[in-house]
């Protein structure tokens, strides 16, 4: 695991160091309306380091979840941190992320259900879960973001019910958290008996109304975020860099002062793990071959037979226009316009994706 760790982390961090550069690959897009055309440069389409890709990533997930997934009804934002003893479990199995995952679903699942009358044991939830690996200061620091439905769904004569959930106080979100932690192993419920619960952590403060879809969708937008942002950077000399955290921390620290490796070792401990079925060994993607293509010829049908000899005359080659844009107009990132009508296309190195 720790190889293949490593070596997603070098393909990651080679493939942003040759993202948006033309030299490594690029389409050319042609515009039917003005007649003009213009080179797209291919994306890495990386996670976790690029941070142009992970800000497309983060609005066009937040975007098409307010679009087409979340009926307008409440979410509620449930976040589970762990105790540091566990985390380290959490970094080297990724089954035991999912573990812990499903426990907090269930649990939350079977508190709603609870608390909506005359609902049937078989309802079920709807959500979006969001598994972070970092931190404020660039740290590891496993921990879920669950953007849950303040209601339960259940299926009655064939046709679909919805129960709302009544509003939770401290006590109801308390109680969650106890069960969620009952529901660990010995070793960990023990540590509940610890200061601070033993580090366990359940928020569920943030509420988002049914009819604030604009709130909705700045609230995924936080939830599905880079590791860091470029704009917190400030480079002091060639040997030293300050990031800017966006809180104090507990030492009252509001900077971290590093190097530039220190940068690239931290970072590259950010990079997510490799996918389930993914290749045990992930090689550097080959680099795009450009050539010039030359332009193709046709025979004169008045001189010869079109045999060797024959004058010939070149057959303009047009480029394959994009497929037009058909998404919200307030995604406007990571799309390319005609420099003479403005007309929006896909880009075909990624997305079509809000700023």
């Not at 389409?27 to 213009?38: E, I, V």
Request: net charge positive; aromatic share 8%; with cysteine.
């Amino acid at each position: 695991m720790g190889m293949r760790r490593q070596s997603l982390s070098r393909w990651t961090l080679d493939s942003y160091l040759e993202c948006g550069i033309l030299a490594y690959g690029f389409a050319r897009a042609y515009c039917a309306d003005c007649g003009r055309d213009f080179l797209v440069a291919f994306s890495c389409k990386g996670r976790g380091v690029c941070p142009s890709c992970n800000a497309r990533r983060m609005a066009e997930t937040a975007a098409h979840f307010v679009d087409h997934v979340f009926p307008p009804l409440p979410v509620r934002q449930w976040v589970l941190s762990l105790p540091k003893r566990l985390r380290y479990f959490l970094k080297t199995n990724p089954a035991t992320v999912s573990a812990v995952l499903h426990i907090l679903l269930r649990v939350i699942q079977q508190e709603l259900i609870e608390r909506c009358p005359n609902t049937p044991k078989n309802a079920r939830l709807g959500a979006v879960s969001f598994i972070h690996r970092f931190g404020d200061a660039l740290n590891e620091h496993i921990h879920f973001h669950c953007c849950v439905i303040n209601a339960v769904f259940y299926l009655v004569d064939g046709e679909l019910r919805i129960s709302e959930l009544p509003a939770l106080g401290k006590a109801d979100i308390a109680a969650i958290q106890t069960r969620v932690s009952r529901s660990t192993p010995t070793d960990a419920r023990a540590m509940r008996e610890w200061h601070n619960d033993g580090g366990f952590s359940l928020d569920a403060a943030v509420r988002i109304p049914a009819w604030d879809r604009a709130g909705l969708e700045r609230l995924l937008r936080y939830c599905a975020r880079p590791p860091f942002a470029l704009e917190r950077f400030e480079a002091i000399d060639d040997e030293h860099l300050r990031y800017h955290l966006s809180k104090p921390q507990a030492d009252g620290a509001t900077e971290l002062s590093l190097s530039p490796l220190e940068l690239i070792d931290r970072i590259a401990a950010l990079v997510p793990p490799p996918p389930p079925g993914a290749p045990a060994s992930l090689s550097r993607r080959s680099r795009t071959q450009l050539t010039v293509a030359r332009p193709r010829h046709r025979p004169d049908p008045g001189d010869g037979d079109g045999q060797a000899g024959a004058r010939s005359h070149p057959v303009p080659v047009r480029p394959t226009p994009l497929i037009q844009c058909r998404v919200p107009r307030r995604v406007t990132c990571g799309l390319h316009s005609s420099p003479a009508c403005s007309r929006f296309f896909f880009s075909p190195a990624g997305t079509a994706v809000p700023t």
